[in-house]
Every structure is written in structure tokens, then in C-alpha cells.
């Protein structure tokens, strides 16, 4: 990266060990240092096991690391409580399954909880609430509902809108799109990019799903055994797709399309990979040759 990007978050020689002097210690983490640039979204891919989910927990102060300072505009997260109770409302954070962390009597109530605590009106509360809930496609019907009788898909958007009702300066999401069908994930993803370029934003979003992070993400963060694997912008990284194998890395359809004819001679290249792109290098290509 160069000088020019400014980071809203920064892990400075970051490292995370579980169960300490244990026969079960663990490396998480490993000596990470990694920016996360702001107004952009960052997409955080490896194998289960790779630190992913970790990697969430720190970004928002919830776990705190065994070495090495976590950032958020250049200040330690946890140089003091208050300053890292604060950073929870500016670090909004969105777990794995976040339907599970649904609670109140309805919707409506559980997307006001976030802003309720940061002791905003009662008409800031009902603004922000009523914001959030059109953000993630929720109607005034689902609002009054109770959140154990909507769907999943309704859950997971409630959950989300809960924590963009808080209005973070960034939106670390894990896995917000996992188990849904594809309608569920373009809704899903797709509003959350709606609503980075409307807020300006900062998203970190980790995915499973190679072909959901080259869709939505500016950069992509690769990791693989608590380490950085790679890390650039989405068009860097495919430019060397193959390399991506050696992380256990399931490449997109149309990544692995391109990868087999480059062997066979047909194209130069590999750094394909969204559908629509791919069909317009190979239409370019059969134009040329009819020519």
C-alpha cells in the first residue's frame, strides 16, 4: 500500500496465543501488521482455522492481544477502558450467526438497543432505528414483530441493522451472508455496499466465499495459518489467482475457467474473476478471431 491511503484501523506486530502454558496453546495470530484502509472494503479470506474470526474480535476490542498494538486512527485501542468502551460504538461489530444475539419483544426494539446505550433521544433512537431498517430491507410490519417469529434472512438483516443504527465509523462483519441462498447474499452484500458508499464507511468483511469478497471488496486480505498470506487490491491478488491454491483457497468459478485455458493456450491471463467480466474478455477474444 502506499503512503497516500489513510488506515482506520492497524494491527502493529499483533499476536494472539489461547490456552497459555497449556498443552493446548495456540497461535491464532502470528506477528501481524496490516492497515485497513479507510472508506473501503477490505475482505478477509482463508481456511477455517486461519484466524478469521480472531482477527473480527480484536479489530473491535473485544479480545485484546498478547502482543502488539491494535489501532483505530493511529491510537491504541486499549489505552485506557473508557477510550475502548468508546471505540465499540465507532467499531460496530457483526458476529458470525449475528441472528443468535436477537433478544428483545420485537424488531424494532432490538435495532434501538446500540443507539438506546449510547444515551441518544428517544426521537434519535426512533430516527436512526427507522434509517438502519430501510438500509437492510426491513418493513414497518417485521419492525413490530417479534425477532424469534421472522425468517432467517429477516433475522439477519435485523441484526445488522442493529448495529448500523449505531452509525459506526466501521463495520467489521463475519461471515454476514453464510447459509443464506443467493438472493439472500445479494441483498444482503449488496446493501451493505450501498451503504458504504452512501456513509463513506470503512467495511471489513470476512467471507468464506472467495467469489462474494472478489465481488464487494477493494482489497483482500488472504490469511492462512494465522499469518498474512497476501494482501492488495482485489485486481493485484487475482493477477496471481493460481497462487491462491497454495492458501486452500476455493478460487471462483470463472478464476478456475481462466487458470484451464491460459494451460491450453487460449488466454494470457487470470486475474478474471466476476461472470460478467469473464464474458467480456471472451466475447473480446471470439471478436478478434472471426477477424
Do not use: W
Amino acid at each position: 500500500m502506499t503512503d497516500t491511503i489513510t488506515n482506520a484501523l492497524e494491527l502493529d506486530k499483533v499476536t494472539v496465543k489461547y490456552g497459555i502454558g497449556t498443552p493446548f496453546e495456540k497461535t491464532a495470530l502470528d506477528n501481524m501488521s496490516i492497515g485497513f484502509p479507510k472508506g473501503k472494503i477490505t475482505g478477509i479470506i482463508g481456511h477455517t482455522g486461519s484466524g478469521k474470526s480472531t482477527l473480527a474480535m480484536l479489530l473491535n476490542g473485544l479480545l485484546k492481544p498478547t502482543e502488539g498494538t491494535v489501532k483505530f486512527e493511529g491510537v491504541d485501542i486499549h489505552k485506557d477502558k473508557e477510550f475502548t468502551n468508546k471505540l465499540r460504538f465507532k467499531v460496530g461489530l457483526v458476529f458470525q450467526y449475528p441472528e443468535y444475539q436477537l433478544f428483545e419483544e420485537t424488531v424494532e426494539r432490538d435495532i434501538g438497543f446500540g443507539p438506546k446505550n449510547m444515551n441518544l433521544s428517544e426521537k434519535e433512537v426512533a430516527e436512526r432505528v427507522k434509517k438502519a431498517a430501510v438500509f437492510c430491507g426491513l418493513d414497518e410490519k417485521t419492525l413490530k414483530a417479534s425477532p424469534f417469529e421472522i425468517s432467517g434472512g429477516q433475522k439477519r438483516r435485523a441484526a445488522i441493522a442493529g448495529v448500523i443504527a449505531m452509525e459506526p465509523e466501521v463495520l467489521v462483519l463475519d461471515e454476514p451472508a453464510a447459509g443464506l441462498d443467493p438472493s439472500g447474499k445479494e441483498e444482503i452484500l449488496g446493501g451493505l455496499s450501498k451503504y458504504k458508499e452512501e456513509t463513506g464507511s470503512t467495511l471489513i468483511l470476512i467471507s468464506h466465499s472467495m467469489e462474494d469478497i472478489a465481488k464487494y471488496s477493494d482489497y483482500i486480505l488472504v490469511l492462512k495459518e494465522g499469518k498474512i498470506f497476501d494482501f492488495g487490491t482485489v485486481e493485484e491478488i487475482f493477477s496471481k489467482a493460481d497462487r491462491l491454491f497454495k492458501a486452500s483457497l476455493d478460487l471462483p468459478q470463472i478464476t478456475k475457467l481462466f487458470i484451464e485455458l491460459k494451460k491450453r493456450n487460449i488466454v494470457d491471463r487470470t486475474d478474471i474473476y466476476t461472470v460478467n467480466y469473464g464474458a467480456k474478455v471472451l466475447i473480446s477474444l471470439l471478436k478478434s478471431k472471426e477477424n
